[in-house]
């Protein structure tokens, strides 16, 4: 199932980090690279019920989606009570988990849409679509990735930091100057004034 939730089409569009044990996914959390959880209860070494515990005990708030194979109703219960933000019971679809994964996602980010306009830029989360001036944009999954960083963080200027993380897997090699390529390719999309650069600290977001 862990290699389905990484690269399922379902997903496409989130860069995903698998684990299979709680001790992993402590250590991956610690890194502070993550916007959400996909957390399965059932977990070799230990209970995702447990683990999520421990993170709220010490008040890691990040957004957790529970994965289970019981379906009962108190199993349901237990999982919304240790403060899990959505559950989702086995089998399920590939896209419903990525619907409810953005859906959780916008929750975190006080987002009631799909959507985040800014001035004549519309950004389509769920359908990875970007449009400027009403007129469609074609753009890959790592430009949509950093597109969307930028979109996310109004006010603030971002480093490479962030958008590495979202562009690549802790498997691959980041590429030293990945960042600048893809935003290069932005600008000529979506024209330069669009996306600064702020000399020794990074690009800021609109």
Do not use: C
């Not at 989130?14 to 996914?25: G, I, L, M, R």
């Not at 019981?70 to 240790?82: E, F, I, K, Q, S």
């Not at 086995?90 to 799909?114: I, N, Q, T, W």
Request: no cysteine; hydrophobic share 45%; proline share 4%.
């Amino acid at each position: 199932m862990r290699d389905g939730l990484t690269v399922g089409p379902g997903l496409e569009g989130f860069q995903v980090d698998a684990v299979s044990s709680t001790e992993d996914a402590r250590a991956g959390l610690s890194t502070g690279e993550h916007a959400g959880v996909i957390l399965d209860i059932g977990l070799p070494d230990g209970s995702g019920l447990d683990l999520l515990a421990e993170w709220r005990r010490a008040e890691i708030m990040i957004p957790v989606l529970l994965l289970t194979a019981r379906n009962l109703v108190t199993d349901r219960v237990d999982g919304l009570d240790a403060a899990a933000d959505d559950y989702l019971g086995k089998p399920f679809d590939l896209s419903e988990l990525a619907a409810r994964v953005r859906a959780m996602l916008r929750r975190g980010e006080g987002r009631a849409s799909d959507e985040i306009v800014l001035g004549v830029l519309a950004i389509s989360i769920g359908r990875r679509e970007v449009a400027l001036a009403g007129v469609q944009v074609p753009v890959s999954r790592r430009e949509f990735a950093i597109l969307h960083a930028l979109a996310e963080h109004p006010g603030h200027v971002l480093s490479r930091g962030p958008f590495e993380s979202r562009i690549y897997g802790w498997q691959e090699e980041v590429q030293s100057n990945a960042v600048e390529v893809h935003i290069h390719k932005l600008r000529a999309k979506l024209g330069r004034e669009r996306i600064e650069t702020v000399r020794g600290e990074g690009f800021p977001s609109w």
